[in-house]
């Protein structure tokens, strides 16, 4: 990921966790970050880490979840809150859960990408890593790819390999 020629623009950091991504993004020099993280412990470590690095002229930092549908969606804990092992899709077994607000990304991007850009650059990477929610984004968002053809890095679990557009 360090190779990326020429730096994006723009980075859609969905499933930040504790923002490895959104730094790594800021210092090669993309000058809009997003960085969603729906598990509160991440969303503020994520935070944390924007201001120890002063970044918060770059990162913006959403406590969220992207998936394929507007609204409230339940978030099963893994056993280790920090992590990262989340997930919408798979219910962890630990009892433990979060209701965390959640949007599609053509919506994320309309209310929050276009505010400080009108327009989207062909040099935008989203990178999608949502402990398997991934094919509910990438199906819901299908037309927007279509139009903007931004880079994807996409962390893909087995079961959604199987799964068509």
């Given at each position: 990921?360090?190779?990326?020629?020429p730096t994006p623009n723009i980075f859609i950091d969905i499933g930040a966790h504790a923002g490895k991504y959104s730094l790594i993004m800021?210092?090669?020099?993309c000058e809009k970050i997003y960085s969603i993280?729906?598990?509160?412990?991440n969303y503020l470590a994520l935070k944390q880490n924007i201001l120890l690095n002063n970044f918060e002229s770059k990162i913006y930092p959403f406590h969220m979840a992207i998936c394929g549908k507007n609204g409230i969606v339940t978030l099963h804990l893994a056993e280790n809150v920090t992590d990262g092992c989340?997930?919408?899709?798979?219910?962890r077994g630990t009892g433990r859960i979060e209701k965390v607000k959640c949007t599609t990304l053509h919506s994320f991007i309309d209310k929050n990408v276009r505010?400080?850009?009108s327009t989207l650059s062909n040099n935008v990477l989203i990178k999608i890593d949502v402990e398997?929610?991934?094919?509910?984004i990438l199906k819901s968002s299908f037309d927007f790819f279509k139009i903007n053809k931004p880079q994807l890095l996409i962390e893909i679990w087995d079961e959604n390999r199987k799964k068509s557009f």
């Amino acid at each position: 990921m360090l190779n990326l020629k020429p730096t994006p623009n723009i980075f859609i950091d969905i499933g930040a966790h504790a923002g490895k991504y959104s730094l790594i993004m800021a210092r090669l020099g993309c000058e809009k970050i997003y960085s969603i993280e729906a598990e509160k412990e991440n969303y503020l470590a994520l935070k944390q880490n924007i201001l120890l690095n002063n970044f918060e002229s770059k990162i913006y930092p959403f406590h969220m979840a992207i998936c394929g549908k507007n609204g409230i969606v339940t978030l099963h804990l893994a056993e280790n809150v920090t992590d990262g092992c989340h997930s919408i899709v798979v219910n962890r077994g630990t009892g433990r859960i979060e209701k965390v607000k959640c949007t599609t990304l053509h919506s994320f991007i309309d209310k929050n990408v276009r505010k400080h850009s009108s327009t989207l650059s062909n040099n935008v990477l989203i990178k999608i890593d949502v402990e398997g929610a991934e094919y509910q984004i990438l199906k819901s968002s299908f037309d927007f790819f279509k139009i903007n053809k931004p880079q994807l890095l996409i962390e893909i679990w087995d079961e959604n390999r199987k799964k068509s557009f």
